[in-house]
């Protein structure tokens, strides 16, 4: 009879033949279970055999499961509808948010399609060819709330429709690809709202609100009906190497607005917009100041706008929870109305502080620096007249700007300057016809260093002769140390 030394010794033996050959718990019981659940379903869609060539891209995060939209029905011709397609795949993905994660990739083609719904630790990824076409049907959209922090949509007093692309309450989320697009085709909604048929405000291209870690990457955005790109309540966001483009004269249009928003990078894009490139935002009077949710920690690089009614960066107009720590550095402006410009109105509350800006080259423009303490538009009229918004520690630095109408329209509120205003190592060249008064400065406060033409009195040169440089710092913002993972999948052909 074996010993009971011999007994324990096979029985360990066997305990790790099992586990090396696969036996499972019950976690990897029910992740098999999905995955033969997942391949099923994609058998009973495609018949045919496919083929898949591998390729690699950058993200946040890489998946360990991948589909292409053509698998669920979808059909690339530009007419036919796929937003059940599109709706179905997220679904079927959703299932491996615990388990690796999961990419739908976006063969070449025309994908009409209306709203749909992301999910989390998910990666939409477009081939170069594919273009995804936003249906220009209204009953593709769903109405859904305003959002909190301003209490009526931006285009009507009710509700808005739901951006193409949303999501709420996500975790690690991934828009990318070979620079393929997605056009809004937005021509239709334009008419409607300069016409006034609207009742409700034009959907966006992406929407992401309340959620963590987002990338928006490599691909080209056109026509949007509103807003291009809002993340809005979220944080732990990089937005790199797009491609936005709308007709300069369509208003709304704007390119990327960060919205009450911690920790975000926008690096490496091409906007002309008939409206703001980038605009900060977070909440509209009495709506703002409840919500209480800042943007902060933004950094901007390496921007490239064309806006010939609008901003290259706008701070505001709503900014009733706060805008603060915004660095923009590298910043490349061409037939702009202004450069950098801060908006608020006395109900708006909050505050702009902490705003850093250095090299910075524009051509043509009608404004450099442009500050408004009057931009009067409100939610309703239950806005609080006392609510004074603080706008202070406004840094500028190492700029040239060419064919300047100009120089500065600087305007703060009677009783609430804005306050700390610094300009340093700056030289504007005017156009043929500049305005009389070169800087128009009221209600302000700071000093300058080393700009032509020479400033306002209220912005003194300080220690004449010399340069001195205004603040930026040098700690980093946290979203700058995140990296990319090279990641690999498969391109799906049949």
């Known amino acids: 009879m074996p010993s009971p030394l011999y007994i324990a010794g096979f029985l360990l033996l066997l ?35 496919r083929h898949g060539e591998e390729f690699e891209y950058s993200a946040i995060s890489c998946r360990a499961y991948s589909a292409s939209l053509d698998e669920f029905g979808a059909v690339g011709d530009g007419v036919t509808s796929n937003t059940a397609a599109f709706r179905d795949a997220v679904s079927q993905l959703s299932r491996f948010a615990d388990y690796g994660g999961s990419l739908l990739f976006v063969p070449a083609g025309r994908w009409l399609t209306g709203s749909f719904n992301l999910t989390s630790h998910f990666t939409l990824f477009l081939h170069r060819d594919a273009v995804l076409l936003a249906s220009q049907e209204e009953s593709d959209y769903e109405v859904i709330e305003p959002l909190p922090s301003y209490g009526r949509g931006r285009d009507t007093d009710g509700g808005r429709f739901i951006s193409l692309l949303f999501g709420s309450n996500l975790t690690d989320v991934v828009i990318t690809g ?16 300069k016409r006034g048929e609207l009742k409700y405000t034009r959907p966006y291209l992406i929407e992401i609100m309340h959620s963590d870690g987002i990338q928006i990457s490599n691909l080209t ?6 807003w291009h790109i809002h993340p809005v309540y979220s944080s732990n966001i990089v937005i790199q190497g797009l491609t936005i483009l709308a007709p300069v004269t369509v208003p709304n249009t704007d390119g990327i607005n960060p919205d009450s928003c911690t920790n975000t990078r926008i690096e490496d894009c091409y906007i002309v917009s008939g409206d703001d490139c980038i605009a900060v935002k977070s909440g509209w009077d009495q709506y703002g100041i409840a919500y209480g949710m800042p943007t902060k920690q933004l950094l901007i690089r390496r921007l490239t706008c064309i806006s010939p009614d609008s901003a290259v960066i706008a701070l505001g107009s709503e900014m009733s929870g706060g805008i603060e720590d915004v660095r923009a550095e590298d910043i490349v402006a061409i037939n702009s109305e202004s450069g950098i410009r801060i908006k608020t109105a006395i109900g708006r509350g909050g505050y702009v502080k902490d705003i850093y ?22 939610p309703d009229e239950h806005y609080d007249p006392n609510a004074l918004p603080v706008i202070e520690n406004i840094n500028y630095q190492d700029m040239v700007a060419e064919n300047v109408t100009m120089p500065a329209q600087l305007a703060g509120i009677t009783g609430d300057q804005f306050t700390g205003i610094c300009i340093s190592n700056v030289t504007i060249t005017l156009s043929k016809k500049p305005k009389k008064v070169l800087w128009n400065c009221t209600d302000v406060s700071g000093f300058t260093s080393g700009v032509t033409p020479e400033p306002c009195q209220l912005l003194p040169e300080k220690d004449p002769g010399t340069i001195v440089p205004c603040n930026f710092p040098e700690d980093p913002i946290p979203i700058d140390e995140v990296k990319f993972q090279r990641c690999s999948s498969r391109r799906w052909t049949i």
Not at 178 to 193: A, L, S, V
Not at 365 to 372: G, I, L, R, S
């Open 221 to 226: 955005f056109l026509n949007s009906p509103s």
């Open 15 to 49: 305990l790790l033949i099992s586990h090396d050959a696969g036996f499972i718990g019950a976690a990897d019981a029910e992740h098999d279970l999905r995955a033969t659940d997942f391949h099923t379903h994609r058998h009973r869609r495609h018949r045919g055999h």
């Open 357 to 378: 800006v250095r090299g910075m080259k524009m051509e043509t423009m009608k404004y450099v620096f442009w500050m408004t303490g009057s931009y009067g538009s409100h």
């Open 178 to 193: 070979e620079n393929g697009t997605i056009d809004g085709q937005g021509e239709p909604w334009w008419g409607k709202f």
